[in-house]
């Protein structure tokens, strides 16, 4: 069974400034991806960043990018130059073969963003 | 291409009653997922359908029941309401199993 964790229930962060949530998850599996998908107050679902577990490469998408740590089954998120437009609630989730690719979502993190 | 579109997007029913809730995937997309997001459980999967058969199962009880058209449009059925399915739910698409899932804008049932 897979499980994702998300140790920080709520994040705070300037304007401009640099923050990272954190994420670590469990699986067996050897054919699994990452995300982080962001649920702002409309409630809707947003996908921010996708990572093949197979890819030693850290995922990258404008301002949002991650650290990638295979060994240590962790899987951090980094906004850069945060806007106020981030803040939402960010959810961590895994998917791996074995479970037919279900999605297993964490705890969530919410992440406030102080102009 | 249009987005993951869920009718109706808000609802109130009562307990005992039944409720259904509807998903249209975006155009190419086989694959429909159902989560329910409720404060206190968080994001809990309910379902999935690939081509009409069922592929994944959740742990909640069988008053939840899901189904998939030939059209890849998706329905969910809630038998017997209960206080505690309040929730919003979420339906997701995607083009194949191994593939990222896009969420529709959610259906917030509230059971009185």
């Known amino acids: 069974a897979q499980t994702v964790t998300q140790s920080q229930p709520e994040m705070s962060v300037q304007e401009a400034e640099t923050v990272t949530l954190s994420c670590t998850y469990d699986t067996s599996e050897s054919d699994y991806y990452l995300f982080w998908y962001k649920q702002p107050p409309s409630r809707q679902m947003i996908l921010v960043i996708r990572?093949?577990?197979?890819?030693?490469q850290n995922a990258t998408e404008n301002r949002f990018s991650v650290n990638f740590q295979k060994a240590a089954k962790s899987f951090s998120l980094k906004i850069s130059d945060s806007q106020l437009g981030d803040a939402a609630m960010y959810f961590c989730a895994s998917n791996s073969g074995g479970s037919n690719y279900k999605l297993t979502f964490g705890k969530g993190t919410l992440l406030t963003v102080n102009p | 291409k249009a987005g993951v579109t869920q009718t109706p997007r808000y609802l109130i029913k009562t307990r005992g009653q039944q409720v259904t809730l509807s998903c249209s995937p975006i155009?190419?997309?086989?694959?429909v997922s159902w989560y329910q997001q409720t404060p206190g459980q968080g994001l809990q999967f309910l379902f999935e359908y690939f081509s009409e058969t069922q592929r994944n199962k959740g742990n909640f009880p069988g008053r939840f029941s899901g189904r998939q058209f030939s059209n890849s449009r998706s329905e969910m059925n809630v038998s017997t309401l209960e206080l505690g399915d309040s929730a919003l739910y979420l339906c997701?698409?995607?083009?194949?199993?191994?593939?990222?899932?896009?969420f529709g804008p959610g259906t917030r049932l509230t059971v009185l």
């Open positions: 997701a698409s995607r083009t194949s199993l191994a593939d990222t899932q896009y």
């Open positions: 990572q093949e577990a197979y890819k030693q």
């Open positions: 155009s190419g997309h086989r694959s």
